[in-house]
């Protein structure tokens, strides 16, 4: 069974400094894997997403992620935090037919001036 | 139509009572999901519709909850005889399958269970 373990519950920077939110995954095969993000009383978006093409991916809105099977890790970053982006931000795994998605608990970044 | 949309955005209701949540999924996609999102329980999944049938169930939590997709179209998930810890934001989210492909969420049904 596929699982992600997102490893700060909460994360914070200032205003202009880089951002950081960890995911681990867990996948018997070669897994797709999201970013979505949540702002408050809003639905989710996706920011990005790995499909086993390029190790890179860019998302929107200045975010980018890093597929490293070695490590089984896919950290989403930012080289510099604006104050729109706090939110609550998922890590995903899907299974194989897009069937279902598996989300992490989330992290709550926040943003100070 | 542009996104996916969810109605009623907000519910209140007495505890005992059923509820219907619909989801109207952006035009063309024949996949459709139901998960639900509780403080606590983090985002769940409930159902999985390709077409009109659900070939995974696996997610609903009772026998009161079901759902049925119509036309290819519309879902509308019941929960029945309500209790408090039904209390939760039901999402759903569409896509145009096969896999590779985006899942798009709506923004969820609020539901307070009193």
């Known amino acids: 069974a596929q699982s992600v373990t997102q490893l700060d519950s909460h994360v914070s920077v200032s205003e202009g400094t880089p951002v950081l939110l960890r995911c681990n995954y867990s996948?018997?095969?070669?897994?797709?894997l999201f970013w979505y993000v949540q702002h408050p009383n809003k639905g989710l978006q996706l920011l990005l997403k790995?499909?086993?093409?390029?190790?890179l991916v860019k998302g929107i809105n200045g975010f980018e992620a890093e597929f490293k099977k070695s490590e089984t890790s896919f950290h989403l970053t930012k080289p510099s935090a604006h104050m729109s982006d706090a939110a609550e931000y998922f890590c995903?795994?899907?299974?194989?037919?897009?069937?279902?998605?598996?989300f992490g608990t989330g992290t709550r970044l926040l943003v100070s001036p | 139509g542009a996104g996916v949309s969810q109605s009623p955005s907000n519910k209140v209701t007495e505890k005992g009572k059923d509820v219907e949540l619909r989801c109207d999924p952006i035009?063309?996609?024949?996949?459709l999901y139901w998960y639900r999102q509780s403080l606590g329980q983090g985002l769940e999944f409930l159902i999985y519709?390709?077409?009109?049938?659900?070939?995974?169930k696996s997610g609903l939590p009772s026998d009161r909850f079901s759902a049925e997709r119509t036309g290819g179209s519309v879902s509308t998930l019941t929960i029945q005889r309500t209790q408090q810890e039904d209390s939760a934001v039901y999402l759903c989210?569409?896509?145009?399958?096969?896999?590779?492909?985006?899942?798009?969420f709506g923004e969820g049904s609020w539901l307070t269970v009193v």
């Open positions: 035009s063309g996609h024949t996949a």
């Open positions: 996948s018997s095969y070669s897994p797709s």
């Open positions: 790995y499909t086993s093409a390029a190790t």
């Open positions: 519709f390709q077409g009109n049938s659900a070939p995974d």
């Open positions: 995903v795994v899907s299974d194989r037919g897009f069937q279902k998605l598996v």
């Open positions: 989210a569409s896509s145009p399958y096969p896999s590779g492909n985006t899942i798009y």
